[in-house]
């Protein structure tokens, strides 16, 4: 249950000047969906801070729709990540830290708050 995978688009390393290297064994980014996949070719090990956590971590390179950044159920297991949706907050490691709400138009084109 849950992303198997961490990553960063390739827009973002860019941006934020993050070195990448190819992949010797490609894999395949499945989204759930039959016949929605994407093969990785490029990754990246870089710092990821968050109140609590400081480390450097392996993140695949991928283009998310919508997302800068996908963390996944390993790295939020290792840093005990809590959404807290009643009070909009992401927990990591027993640190709170107000989630920052989004706008997006959904497919419908109808706006949505996140």
Do not use: W
Request: aromatic share 8%; net charge negative; hydrophobic share 40%.
């Amino acid at each position: 249950m849950g992303s198997t995978t961490s990553g960063i688009t390739p827009a973002f390393t860019q941006v934020a000047d993050i070195p990448v290297f190819p992949l010797t064994n490609p894999h395949i980014l499945q989204l759930g969906m039959i016949g929605s996949q994407s093969t990785i070719n490029y990754g990246t090990e870089t710092r990821v801070k968050a109140p609590s956590a400081d480390k450097i971590v392996y993140l695949d390179i991928a283009n998310f729709d919508h997302y800068d950044m996908i963390i996944g159920t390993l790295y939020m297991r290792q840093n005990s990540v809590l959404l807290d949706f009643l009070n909009d907050q992401v927990i990591v490691n027993g640190v709170a830290t107000p989630a920052t709400p989004i706008e997006l138009l959904d497919t419908d084109r109808c706006l949505c708050r996140y």
